[in-house]
Every structure is written in C-alpha cells, then in structure tokens.
C-alpha cells in the first residue's frame, strides 16, 4: 500500500482470483477511519503497479 498513513490490516480471500484487504487509515493519522480494497491476485505477483480499487471507507 502506498500513500496515507496505515495501520492494522487483513486479508481474506473474497473469490477465485480475489482477496480483500481491510485496514485503518486517515490524512493525519493511521486510525481516522476503515477502508476496504478489493485485490486482483494476478496484481500481487506484478511489482510497482496499483494493487486495486478503493470500494469505500467508513469513519
């Protein structure tokens, strides 16, 4: 993950060639709010590309 602050984070396989990462974030602080990113597996093994699309975060 690059950018914000981040903290504690899980993942969990979500389908076939899809897992999910939840983790805490913010602007200012590591615990501002939860976000969840849904991650193609394919994306994992590439270095020094995105690693998926924001779904949404909650605060």
Do not use: H, K
């Not at 979500?14 to 999910?20: E, L, R, W």
């Not at 939840?22 to 990113?37: H, L, P, Q």
């Not at 994306?43 to 924001?54: H, M, N, P, V, Y």
């Amino acid at each position: 993950m690059n950018g914000p602050p981040a903290a504690y984070r899980d993942l969990v396989r979500i389908g076939a060639d899809t897992v999910g990462l939840s983790y805490e974030t913010g602007d200012f602080s590591a615990y501002e709010t939860i976000g969840f990113r849904r991650v193609s597996v394919s994306r994992l093994t590439r270095s020094g590309e995105g690693a998926g699309a924001d779904v949404g975060s909650c605060s």
